[in-house]
């Protein structure tokens, strides 16, 4: 009878054991994750304040969704997305630069991270022309992190 008490109890052990291994390795999982997602937010934000279409179009996933403006607007691959005009209109409007205010994350998984944000738009003078929050959704695809969708008021 004891034998099979601590049968049951060393049972009982390795069952707390490996769900405890599956739940560290989901949270170290989770947190490499988040770390993916916002080096890609980092380098969405260099290169769009780069004016350089061809990174920024690098720092998305595809096909990448935008909601904003009033509208849902997908494109299908990096080289539609590099064809963007989205400079010279940002530029009429007196856009010099964005700054992230805040991202937070409100999702995770070892492939998605839902992010939260506040972002800031400025002129040349680093005045500040535009606040806008927006939600960020950033994907691992093929080992590659980057936004795949986003929404925001921004025009």
């Known amino acids: 009878m004891l034998s099979r008490s601590l049968t049951s109890v060393l049972i009982a052990f390795s069952v707390l054991f490996i769900n405890a291994s599956a739940a560290a390795q ?34 998305l996933n595809y096909p990448h969704v935008r909601f904003a403006s009033g509208g849902v607007t997908v494109w299908q691959s990096a080289e539609e997305f590099a064809q963007t005009r989205a400079f010279e209109s940002l ?21 998605k991270v839902h992010v939260a944000t506040v972002f800031q738009r400025f002129n040349s003078d680093n005045q500040p022309i535009a606040t806008y929050q927006s939600l960020y959704i950033v994907t691992n695809v093929d080992g590659h992190w980057g936004t795949q969708a986003r929404s925001s008021l921004a025009p």
């Open 91 to 111: 530029s009429r409007l007196g856009w010099d630069h964005s700054h992230w205010l805040s991202r937070d994350v409100t999702l995770a998984s070892p492939d």
């Open 26 to 59: 989901s949270d170290d999982e989770i947190e490499q994750a988040i770390v993916g997602a916002m080096a890609a937010l980092d380098e969405f934000m260099l290169s769009f304040n780069a004016r350089d279409p061809q990174a920024w179009a690098a720092s």
